[in-house]
């Protein structure tokens, strides 16, 4: 178990002392009971009940599809398992851009049924509204910037975001607007390294960085991908701890070679 200090309870204002301390943010994402137990109990910092349950546990291919309802059944199921560690919840697409009342009605859903401690948006300047009104019903907000994947119908790849120095200067602009709004951090996603520290510096808030180098407060990984069960996806940013995809293959052909050939139940597995 990996505890930072002897902090019963991560929230954000713990948050906001690791980057006055220089102290880096480890966050994962988990989306049910039994694995947020174990990242709990291994003493991570935040989990992410990432929009990205709709690739890693429903099988879609974009965030796009999946439901507040879907969200909140993950949530709820991430709650029943945390004592710890700060959760963070994706508001998922269609549920806070264009009508800002709509988007605290969500918000106030997440936390209420959830019991969820924040939530999660993609966007900056043009989301401002909702920002700003979820804010002010108590509800802290990550931001989250770069690579925003519910908006990979209009970027049309997954590649590196803000390589060009305009859409560096919006996202300059976009971290000063979400931290002024008064969102606890924001997650930095795919960008070049060398624009993501410049934005750590520029922002009191912490930065949590996915594919954005290692000048940033914290880390995010999907915990699929970071434990090699998901192995169709291998950008250069992903360090895959563990190949869990075969562990879990060869455990299966052993259990049905074993059934098949009467070798399980033994004896003593039996009543
Ligand atoms: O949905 C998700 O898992 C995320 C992370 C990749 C930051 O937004």
Redesign the pocket.
């Known amino acids: 178990m990996y505890l930072s200090g002897s902090v019963p309870k991560i929230t954000t204002h713990v948050l906001q002392e690791m980057k006055l301390k220089g102290e880096k943010i480890a966050m994962l ?1 988990a989306y049910d009971y039994s694995m947020a137990k174990i990242l709990d109990e291994s003493g991570i910092d935040v989990i ?1 009940v ?4 709709s690739n890693v546990m429903a099988g879609h291919k974009t ?1 796009l599809p999946i439901t507040l309802n879907e969200m909140i059944y993950h949530a709820s199921s991430v709650m029943r398992a945390v004592t710890r560690s700060l959760v963070v919840v ?1 508001m998922p697409f269609g549920t806070y851009q264009g009508n800002s009342k709509e988007a605290l009605q969500s918000a106030i859903r997440i936390m209420k049924e959830s019991g969820a401690n924040a939530v ?1 948006i993609e966007g900056g300047e043009e989301i401002k509204e909702s920002v700003d009104r979820i804010l002010s019903a108590g509800i802290p907000i990550l931001a ?1 910037l770069g690579l925003t ?1 519910q908006s990979i119908n209009k970027f049309g790849t997954y590649g590196v975001r803000a390589k060009d120095e305009r859409e560096a200067d919006k996202l300059r602009q976009d971290a000063k607007i979400l931290e002024d709004a008064g969102c606890f951090g924001i ?1 930095l ?1 795919k960008i070049p390294s060398k624009l993501a520290a410049e934005v750590t510096q520029m922002v009191r808030i912490p930065t949590i960085g ?1 594919g954005a180098g290692n000048q940033v407060d914290g880390q ?1 990984l ?1 915990l699929h991908d970071m434990l090699g069960i998901n192995q169709s996806f291998s950008p250069r940013f992903l360090r895959r701890y563990h190949n869990l995809y075969n562990e879990i293959h060869d455990s299966v052909v052993h259990y049905i070679g074993d059934v098949k050939s009467k070798n399980f139940p033994s004896d003593s597995e039996q009543y």
Do not use: R, Y
């Open positions: 994402t992410l990432g929009d990205s349950a965030t994706d999660k989250h994947p997650v996603e996915i995010v999907v």
